[in-house]
């Protein structure tokens, strides 16, 4: 039988050495440790009730509102959200309202600087009275052309014209439909 005191030496080395191996080898690294508390699908912040604009040489040339905007940036894809939908109104020189454009649901694209507008998504151009509504729309800021591959009604002052996917520029003054459908009027000249 060993006696009573080596017993309590070879605890007291066992614990000795578990905890040090324990000290030694646990170190806390910023990286791993964001790694396990950060999550990315998680928002970085949120504004309610946003009124926002843009403008360029000191001109305001776009204003969006919003009831609710979540942004997210922590993952590879960093976008703002719209849960609730935008209203959008573009500006002419003169600070008059050309154009507006609604959805029910949006996202933004910060690296791409493009927007999706989803869910009854209405376009139109205050000055020559046209009207255009899709279920998607893509806003390109870069090229500043708004366009879709969906479906589109447009309503102009003469006839309303469908299709499949559309182009325009952004303040929706000058478009076109991709693949038109339907009956349309073409005026003798």
Known sequence: MAPIKTIKNNINIVLIILISTILFCCKNDIEEVNKLTVSNDRPSFQVIDLETSFSDSGQVKVKIFAPELVRYE????????????VNVEFYNSGMEVTGTLRCNYARYLIKEERWE???DVEVNNTE??????????YWDIKKELIYSD????????????????????????????????GTI????E
């Open 185 to 188: 009027n073409v005026k003798d």
């Open 128 to 137: 020559k009275d046209e009207r255009i509504n899709t279920e998607l729309l």
């Open 150 to 181: 969906k479906f589109v009604r447009i309503t102009t002052a003469e006839e309303i014209l469908f299709g499949e996917g559309f182009e325009s520029n952004q303040d929706f003054s000058k478009w076109k439909i991709l693949k038109p459908t």
């Open 117 to 119: 507008a989803k869910s």
């Open 74 to 85: 922590r993952g590879e894809l960093q976008y703002d959200e719209y849960p609730e939908g």
